[in-house]
């Protein structure tokens, strides 16, 4: 973090560039820094090799950034066979055993969709919101059926794919502010993949229905308060050097 704001800060246009650095140029970038900086890599073997890590986070994350962002600014068209599919999917990985009556029906409500089409659903994150419903259920399924048990809950629960798509557009919000770099810093040792965004997605799917049920809220009209209240406990999260996001599983689950 403090390599790239000083990089950031630097009157050298050559030393501002390097956050931009594609993959092929890294090695010209960390020359540059060492040449102006007069650095004496001599007395630290390691420093062009770190240096080279550093500079492929900070790129990466910028990277990551649009890839989500192209992501998010797909918009679910009921006429794409892939898009269609995935919400297919969807349907599959969280009801294997209740057969979808047909494409527009209330079932949808089962999973916490607000109308007969989920599609309405998706017009703030776009296909970034299914895209994290999928890979949440497709590779922690006991746990995102166990969510999805939780949120029947009788007197807490909850619309899940609609937590779930406000969720995205928390996660969304986080990388948009630069409050996930300590995290994909610490996490990943070169550049972040979109797989580790929907990762982190998983992390606040699992984590946001332990706190929920904990603080145990009045009703459902009462979301936006603990919403915040959760999101504030992310952000204090994210201030620790060493933090990573990473779900864990409960063992009873």
């Not at 994150?125 to 895209?131: A, V, Y």
């Not at 969720?167 to 994909?184: C, D, I, N, R, V």
Request: glycine share 4%; charged share 30%; net charge neutral.
């Amino acid at each position: 973090m403090k390599t790239e704001y000083s990089l950031e800060s630097s009157k050298s246009q050559i030393l501002r560039s390097a956050v931009n650095a594609e993959e092929c140029a890294l090695e010209k970038h960390v020359k540059d820094i060492i040449k102006i900086k007069k650095i004496n890599t001599e007395k630290d073997t390691q420093f062009k090799l770190s240096l080279q890590v550093c500079l492929l986070q900070i790129s990466g994350y910028k990277k990551l950034f649009i890839d989500v962002e192209n992501v998010r600014k797909q918009t679910f068209d009921s006429e794409n066979k892939e898009h269609e599919n995935k919400l297919l999917k969807l349907w599959n990985l969280l009801m294997p055993q209740v057969k979808l009556e047909s494409r527009i029906t209330k079932q949808w409500g089962d999973i916490g969709f607000q109308g007969d089409d989920p599609k309405t659903d998706f017009r703030g994150m776009g296909m970034l919101g299914l895209t994290n419903l999928v890979f949440f259920s497709e590779h922690h399924s006991e746990a995102a059926r166990q969510v999805l048990s939780h949120s029947n809950h009788p007197k807490l629960g909850y619309s899940y794919a609609i937590v779930g798509i406000n969720l995205t557009e928390m996660a969304y919000s986080l990388l948009k502010s630069g409050a996930l770099k300590p995290h994909f810093y610490n996490l990943v040792p070169g550049r972040p993949q979109l797989e580790h965004f929907h990762k982190l997605y998983c992390y606040l799917a699992y984590e946001f229905d332990k706190f929920w049920f904990k603080e145990e809220p009045e009703s459902i009209m009462e979301f936006n308060q603990y919403r915040e209240k959760f999101h504030e406990k992310v952000k204090r999260l994210l201030l620790e050097a060493d933090v990573t996001l990473t779900l864990t599983l409960d063992t009873k689950e």
